[in-house]
């Protein structure tokens, strides 16, 4: 089992920045890449960033390229979302998460989750 919690959501104006850190325990010896999503009211739950154990490779979803960014410390069990230039459309729970195997970024290709921290980003 792997267990994550995340931090560093609440208020922002639009055009503001944030920082989402999720610190992970339990079975972190285990190589695993780690993902940010996001689910607005009323929407499904959507792929944000990911990142592979070693930190050399990221996807990012085409509404974040350019304004958020995704990194990992392993040292510290923690991978982050820095999220710049935000805007009313990134107000959602967002949600870390990892992957044990596969290359998919679906949701349902992820094998553990923290309980999510809301961003809400006032126009």
């Known amino acids: 089992q792997v267990q994550l919690v995340e931090s560093g959501g609440g208020l922002v104006q639009a055009g503001g920045s944030l920082r989402l850190s999720c610190a992970a325990s339990?079975?972190?010896?285990?190589?695993?890449?780690m993902g940010w999503f996001r689910q607005a009211p009323g929407k499904e739950r959507e792929f944000v960033a990911g990142?592979?154990?070693?930190?050399?490779?990221?996807s990012y979803a085409d509404s974040v390229k350019g304004r958020f960014t995704i990194s990992r410390d392993n040292a510290k069990n923690t991978v982050y979302l820095q999220m710049n230039s935000l805007n009313f459309e990134d107000t959602a729970v967002y949600y870390c998460?990892?992957?044990?195997?596969?290359?998919?970024?679906?949701?349902?290709?992820?094998?553990?989750w923290g309980k999510g921290t809301l961003v809400t980003v006032a126009s």
């Open positions: 998460a990892v992957k044990l195997y596969g290359s998919s970024w679906l949701p349902d290709a992820m094998n553990f």
């Open positions: 339990g079975r972190t010896f285990i190589r695993y890449s």
């Open positions: 990142i592979s154990w070693s930190g050399g490779s990221t």
